[in-house]
Structure formats: C-alpha cells, structure tokens
C-alpha cells in the first residue's frame, strides 16, 4: 500500500506564486509516474502536469510556461512550482502516483486546496 500526501496549497493574490509537495510512502514497491491533477468547484478532474520515473514532462496548456512539476526520487516527492497565478487555478490540487510493485496501481492524495484572488 502507497500513502500520499500533498501540502503547500493555500490563498495567494492573482500573479504570485505557490509550490505544491506530493510525497508518497511506503514500501516493496517502485514509483512511476507522478503526475498533478486539478478539480475546480461544478469541474471535471483534469491531469495539470505529469512526470515519468525518468523525468520527461507533460503539461497542460493552460499551464505551460507557468507551471513546472520536478521530482526528488530518492525522496519519492514530487513538486509542482505554480507562477503567474490566475483566478482561474482555483481549485483542489491532487497528486496521483503509479506504483508497480507486482503490478500496477495507482494512489490519490487526499488533495490540497490552491485559491487564487484577483
């Protein structure tokens, strides 16, 4: 079994920044992908950043060049550095981590709630 928890949410004015921790325990198993999801109030969940075992990205659109998710995996932490930050990133930020140990699956966090004021 993977625990994950996320931390560093918060309220911050539109334009500043925040940075977002996702650290997963556990153990007898290997971390994959790390990736941050998003979900706003009356809004679908939807994938924000990803990053593999060996560290190539994905973003969003709405987030690339604001945006940059890194990983410390002898740490089995992931981040996620938000500038330039507009009201329209509010919402609960969660990380989801694909763990292979004799197979794969994947945990949440319990999420971590960014509001951005304008």
């Known amino acids: 079994q993977v625990q994950v928890v996320e931390s560093g949410g918060g309220l911050v004015q539109a334009g500043g920044s925040l940075r977002l921790s996702c650290v997963a325990s556990g153990s007898g198993f290997v971390i994959n992908d790390m990736d941050w999801y998003r979900q706003a109030p009356g809004k679908q969940r939807e994938l924000v950043a990803t990053i593999t075992r060996g560290g190539a990205t994905n973003y969003a659109d709405s987030v690339k060049g604001r945006f940059s998710i890194s990983r410390d995996s002898a740490k089995n932490t992931a981040y996620l550095q938000m500038n330039s930050l507009k009201p329209e990133d509010t919402a609960v930020y969660y990380c989801?981590?694909?763990?292979?140990?004799?197979?794969?699956?994947?945990?949440w966090g319990q999420g971590t709630q960014v509001t951005v004021s304008s």
């Open positions: 989801r981590v694909v763990a292979t140990s004799d197979a794969s699956f994947q945990y």
